[in-house]
């Protein structure tokens, strides 16, 4: 690249006077983006359509002669069938808590590791790994080797000070699968966190100790206020990922004990009840329940997004 | 960090700190830790209240998963799953790299809204297109094959990586590629000269990221393969009803389907925030 200081000017003019009709043009710069676009178009906005018309059928897969047209009827049912209804609850009360409680686990684990100290990295690595645990394998752990009454680790330690030895699943079944969300979601939101105390302005943070302030005064003034949207976004987000868990609750409970969340119960009732009108109407549900959160999220995205490229 | 008013001094509270740091990150990691002993112990051993730390150790779990002992073969849904994963993440690719090429470098107009449909298409939740895909997978034959995951799974990472992408191809200067281009390096040449030396690292953290949430999949499989098809989790599943002792041989199923995330995770650490983030943050 040496030869490009060197290279003269008025070189440019030349090449551009052979340029192609503009719609020509246009198109040789949209045609990259087409597939991804009309793939995406697709395999996700085309089935959400089909799910939105079988909403509004009385279509049951084990009898398929009488489908017909009922209107909105199913939503009714979702939306006053008792069990229905505890999933919604259910899934926003584990949504809520697990994300809730990693983003102030994840601060802690943030602040601590954006001092140096030796072997930083190292105890970073530790804390990300939960994050990197397939799934389905960290709910296994959790429901075989922690929370096993008779050999898990939990009572096993609770064993060594003379504890109690619970049933955690059966007592507390909802709170089961929570910890280990929050278990595997913590170190996400603390890598968003850690993100967002990088990038703050040391020279702002130095002004600050000279003028005197305090540790305790300069997060709740400067660095709460500067984290405030990197905190919006790690609950925005985790939020997203939450609200669809299927994982957890499938593996920890099967769904039992109360603990029947939003996308559960829709893979129930078509899966295992083969109620399709019923089970589309409940994902139509979950849809727009998604849209709330999603319409914030899309904002604090675009706002970051903004501040990026003007500062580029 | 010459402040007046702290009562203890600073270095002394910072290693205070430090230890407050590598206890949290000890306790975070100590149930990878546990697994990992315990799938080296047998299964007498794997099952005791209190539990035995320092048993005898035995690869007898490994050899139990992998089916030695008379139980189901793992490998072909290991194998399922590395189709399934890499070739969603090859095509992911080969979808996201024009795309983003046309949103950051050469962009069409209104490049940003075309950004933010690529990311609302990933807040519409899996459920939402359930049911339609596997009625369409069922009328078509599609049911039990590895290939509609591959599709799936593709539109699942498409967003994510064409959002990633863009911004990396962003940091790559307009003035650098102006450059070449007065030099009269055509477009191929521009591509691998230029663009790629500075993108490649992006790419390769984009495509770990993929393969990561590929190989994760439960729901979609779950619905959609059977006995032929099936993932790595799928066959996971099989271990959630509990079967007499069976301790070791589920920690060391977890711990080998793991690994290959754990390895993508750890080799794309630098960019795992900006991936999951979807960009949003650097």
Redesign the interface.
């Known amino acids: 690249?040496s030869?490009?200081?060197t290279?003269p000017?008025t070189?440019?003019p030349v090449?551009m006077t052979r340029r192609p009709s503009a719609r020509l043009r246009a198109w040789s710069?949209?045609?990259?983006?087409l597939?991804?676009?009309v793939?995406?178009i697709v395999?996700?906005?085309?089935?959400?359509v089909?799910?939105v018309v079988?909403s509004f059928f009385d279509w049951n897969a084990l009898y398929p002669k009488a489908r017909h047209f009922t209107g909105v009827d199913n939503y009714q049912q979702v939306l006053t069938d008792a069990d229905l209804r505890h999933s919604v609850w259910t899934t926003i009360l584990l949504t809520v808590t697990v994300v809730l409680v990693s983003l102030v686990l994840g601060m802690?684990?943030a602040l601590?590791?954006d001092?140096?100290?030796?072997?930083?990295g190292?105890?970073?690595?530790?804390?990300?790994?939960?994050?990197?645990?397939?799934?389905?394998?960290?709910a296994?752990?959790?429901?075989?080797?922690?929370y096993n009454p008779?050999?898990?680790?939990l009572?096993?330690?609770l064993?060594?000070v003379g504890g109690p030895?619970p049933d955690w699943i059966s007592t507390t079944p909802l709170l089961a699968v929570e910890a280990s969300l929050i278990?595997q979601w913590?170190?996400?939101m603390m890598?968003?966190l850690?993100?967002?105390l990088q990038?703050r302005d040391s020279q702002q943070l130095e002004a600050a100790?000279v003028d005197?302030a305090?540790?305790w005064q300069i997060f709740r003034h400067l660095t709460l206020p500067h984290l405030r949207r990197?905190l919006e976004?790690g609950a925005l987000?985790g939020s997203?990922y939450i609200?669809?868990n299927?994982?957890a609750v499938?593996?920890i409970t099967?769904g039992g004990l109360g603990t029947a969340n939003?996308?559960y119960t829709?893979?129930q009732s078509?899966?295992q009840a083969h109620e399709?009108g019923l089970?589309?109407a409940?994902?139509?549900l979950?849809?727009i329940g998604?849209?709330i959160?999603?319409t914030f999220?899309?904002r604090?995205?675009?706002s970051?997004?903004r501040e990026?490229v003007s500062r580029? | 960090?010459s402040?007046?008013?702290?009562r203890t001094s600073p270095r002394r509270r910072?290693?205070g700190?430090?230890l407050?740091?590598?206890l949290?990150?000890?306790v975070?990691?100590l149930?990878?830790a546990?697994?990992a002993l315990?799938s080296f112990h047998s299964e007498s051993d794997?099952?005791?209240?209190?539990?035995s730390f320092g048993a005898a150790l035995t690869l007898d779990g490994y050899r139990e998963f992998f089916g030695t002992g008379g139980g189901a073969s793992p490998w072909p849904a290991l194998v399922n799953s590395a189709v399934a994963s890499v070739g969603s993440t090859v095509l992911v690719l080969l979808?996201?790299l024009?795309?983003a090429?046309?949103?950051s470098i050469?962009?069409?107009k209104k490049w940003?809204d075309?950004l933010?449909?690529?990311?609302?298409?990933?807040?519409?939740?899996?459920?939402?297109?359930?049911?339609?895909?596997?009625?369409?997978a069922k009328n078509t034959g599609m049911l039990d094959n590895i290939w509609l995951l591959v599709?799936?799974y593709?539109?699942m990472n498409?967003?994510i990586a064409?959002w990633m992408m863009q911004?990396f191809l962003?940091e790559v200067p307009a003035a650098?590629i102006e450059?070449?281009?007065?030099?009269g390096a055509r477009l191929p040449t521009i591509l691998a000269r230029?663009v790629a030396p500075i993108a490649l690292p992006g790419i390769a953290a984009t495509a770990l990221i993929c393969f990561?949430f590929s190989?994760?999949e439960?729901?979609f499989a779950?619905?959609l393969t059977g006995v032929v098809a099936e993932t790595?989790?799928v066959f996971?599943?099989g271990?959630?009803t509990?079967q007499g002792l069976f301790?070791a041989k589920?920690?060391a199923?977890?711990?080998v389907?793991?690994l290959p995330?754990?390895a993508a995770?750890?080799a794309a650490?630098d960019k795992?925030?900006q991936g999951?983030?979807?960009?949003?943050?650097?």
Not at chain 2, 179 to 183: K, V
């Open positions: 690249m030869a490009t200081t290279a000017i070189a440019t090449r710069t949209r045609g990259p983006l597939p991804a676009l793939f995406m395999v996700t906005q085309l089935p959400f089909a799910t079988i802690v684990l601590l590791l001092r140096r100290f030796r072997g930083r190292f105890v970073r690595t530790l804390l990300i790994a939960p994050f990197l645990v397939v799934p389905v394998a960290a296994l752990l959790w429901k075989h080797v922690l008779e050999y898990g680790l009572n096993g330690l064993h060594y030895q278990w913590t170190p996400f890598l968003i850690l993100a967002g990038s100790r005197g305090n540790d990197y976004l987000l997203i609200v669809q299927f994982d499938f593996t099967s939003l996308p829709v893979y078509f899966y399709n089970a589309s409940a994902g139509v979950v849809v998604s849209i959160i999603a999220a899309l604090v995205v675009s970051l997004f990026e580029a | 960090m402040t007046v008013a702290v910072g290693a700190l430090g407050v740091a590598w949290l990150g000890i975070f990691f149930p990878i546990w697994m315990t794997a099952a005791t209240n209190p539990p979808l996201a024009p795309a090429y046309a949103l050469r962009p069409v940003t075309v933010f449909f690529f990311l609302s298409t990933k807040m519409l939740p899996v459920v939402a297109g359930l049911l339609p895909i596997y009625l369409f599709i799936l593709t539109s498409l967003p064409v911004s962003a650098v450059a070449a281009q007065i030099d230029v990561i190989w994760n439960l729901l779950r619905v790595a989790p996971l599943t271990f959630i509990s301790l589920v920690c199923a977890s711990l389907i793991s995330v754990l995770g750890f650490q795992l925030v999951l983030s979807l960009g949003a943050v650097k």
